[in-house]
């Protein structure tokens, strides 16, 4: 899991291949949350006002919201007690990547062929999931502008 307080956002990050960091500045976001369906309403805003920056579409901004607000509820319903969720914003000129994790109970991916798990890939561009040694599963979202030429 990050180790990072919450609302915390991320300095510059070296890149991998050369170790510059002017070349390596990414927008990265990180929040960590309770897991709890009452702070969702956080998380939705945080990821409409991301949007916006990029200069998404009203209803680009609207999709995502609903899909970072499905990939939550998919992952809180297997939570463990106590458990944060933390989410990653990365931006980027023309999309956005969100990554969704939180510790769980069982530790078993989201099911995909749920209706829960279409309505994400509906909204979202490109949907993943991936679980860890710890049981920490995590639901990773991509989102291209319309104007990107892909959706």
Same mark, same amino acid.
Do not use: H
């Given at each position: 899991?990050?180790?990072?307080?919450?609302?915390?956002?991320?300095?510059?990050?070296?890149?991998?291949?050369?170790?510059?960091?002017?070349?390596?500045?990414?927008?990265? =976001?990180?929040?960590?949350? #309770?897991? @709890?369906?009452?702070? $969702?309403? *956080?998380?939705? !805003?945080?990821?409409?006002?991301?949007?916006?920056?990029?200069?998404?579409?009203?209803?680009?901004?609207?999709?995502?919201?609903?899909?970072?607000?499905?990939?939550?509820?998919?992952?809180?319903e297997?939570?463990?007690p106590?458990?944060?969720?933390?989410?990653?914003?990365?931006?980027?000129?023309?999309?956005i990547r =969100?990554?969704?994790?939180? #510790?769980? @109970?069982?530790g078993? $991916?989201? *099911?995909?062929? !749920?209706?829960?798990?279409?309505?994400?890939?509906?909204?979202?561009?490109?949907?993943?999931?991936?679980?860890?040694?710890?049981?920490n599963?995590?639901?990773?979202l991509q989102?291209?502008?319309?104007?990107?030429?892909?959706?």
């Amino acid at each position: 899991m990050p180790d990072t307080a919450p609302g915390a956002i991320d300095s510059p990050v070296p890149d991998p291949r050369t170790g510059d960091v002017a070349a390596g500045v990414r927008d990265l =976001v990180r929040l960590r949350l #309770p897991a @709890v369906g009452a702070y $969702l309403s *956080v998380l939705r !805003s945080a990821t409409a006002g991301l949007a916006a920056r990029l200069d998404f579409t009203l209803e680009e901004i609207e999709d995502l919201r609903i899909a970072v607000d499905e990939a939550c509820a998919i992952l809180l319903e297997d939570a463990a007690p106590q458990a944060q969720l933390f989410c990653e914003f990365e931006l980027l000129p023309d999309e956005i990547r =969100v990554s969704v994790t939180v #510790p769980t @109970v069982s530790g078993a $991916l989201p *099911v995909r062929d !749920s209706f829960a798990w279409t309505v994400l890939s509906a909204l979202a561009g490109s949907v993943d999931s991936r679980v860890d040694g710890e049981k920490n599963v995590s639901i990773d979202l991509q989102k291209r502008k319309a104007s990107a030429g892909v959706r």
